[in-house]
């Protein structure tokens, strides 16, 4: 089954949902940064959490972009997508890994901690872009997002990610929701959901039985007459490149390039989001130089 997310809504406009199945992009994620079972479940999560908020964004060029700062030792989650189904994080200490819990499922809340702040920024081409802030309510992700929705954008919401680890650490499935309480619902449809969602259950066992993403807006929305506003494939992608690693250096000054180049004549630059390592030789770092010291004569 493709990799992809689906965004539907009810027949009385007041229930948004957003599907999306993604083990192809969780499993890239865990090759590239070789994260335990656990790990990967922390950063798969908040990686189909990105994407399902990242497709509400109105253009292609606004950004999101997700912090998880809890008080376990997988120390900091960082997310950032676009409006394209890219998207693309790590988490600071990949090795982090926990006992499983008594019923046999992966530990999240035990390497991210319960302790802690989520933030959440927007970049919609306006002077500011817009951060929300909210404490971590749990550490298991999904109860987060779900919180941050309510406390930060008011919005009643239930959120569901599952990321299902095979023993040879690789990705078998994964795959989530995010149910959104729009303006003018009524109690009967909010009961309507209720009931889906618990229906519905384990969101890896859910796609196990073969089973897509828009089945899975359909049966979230059963009796209220659902409709699929689109689907999209998604990837894990990241879009570095030396030109913008290049950039990142001249932002230290000509200063720090001048000792760098003084000191070991060379630098190394190794992107956080897929590990592609930039060679900058003494070159390269005379040019960067230069340029920098001409921007800070402007």
Do not use: W
Request: glycine share 10%; aromatic share 6%; hydrophobic share 35%.
């Amino acid at each position: 089954m493709e990799n992809k997310l689906v965004r539907g809504i009810n027949g009385n406009k007041t229930i948004k949902v957003a599907a999306v199945y993604a083990p192809e992009v969780v499993e890239e994620a865990r090759r590239i940064h070789q994260t335990t079972p656990t790990a990967t479940a922390a950063l798969g999560r908040t990686l189909m959490a990105g994407l399902m908020m990242a497709a509400g964004m109105k253009n292609q060029k606004d950004s999101l972009t997700i912090h998880i700062d809890g008080d376990g030792p997988l120390g900091k989650i960082l997310v950032t997508g676009k409006n394209d189904g890219h998207i693309k994080g790590y988490v600071q200490n990949p090795q982090a890994d926990h006992d499983l819990k008594a019923n046999g499922k992966l530990d999240v809340s035990g390497i991210v901690g319960s302790q802690g702040v989520m933030t959440v920024v927007m970049d919609l081409g306006l002077k500011e872009p817009y951060v929300g802030r909210v404490s971590l309510l749990s550490g298991e992700i999904a109860d987060d997002f779900a919180n941050y929705f309510v406390q930060s954008d008011q919005v009643p919401s239930a959120v569901a990610l599952g990321v299902l680890v095979e023993r040879d650490r690789t990705v078998k499935t994964a795959g989530g929701f995010i149910v959104q309480m729009m303006p003018g619902v009524s109690d009967q449809e909010v009961d309507r959901v209720e009931e889906a969602v618990k229906k519905i259950g384990s969101v890896t066992d859910y796609f196990k039985t073969g089973k897509g993403p828009e089945d899975l807006i359909r049966d979230l929305l059963e009796g209220q007459d659902p409709e699929i506003l689109e689907s999209r494939p998604i990837a894990y992608a990241c879009d570095c490149s030396k030109e913008k690693v290049a950039d990142s250096l001249l932002s230290l000054g000509y200063k720090e390039l001048e000792e760098i180049q003084d000191q070991d004549g060379q630098a190394e630059i190794t992107c956080y989001f897929c590990n592609e390592a930039y060679h900058f030789d003494g070159e390269d770092l005379k040019a960067l130089i230069e340029k920098s010291k001409k921007i800070d004569q402007e």
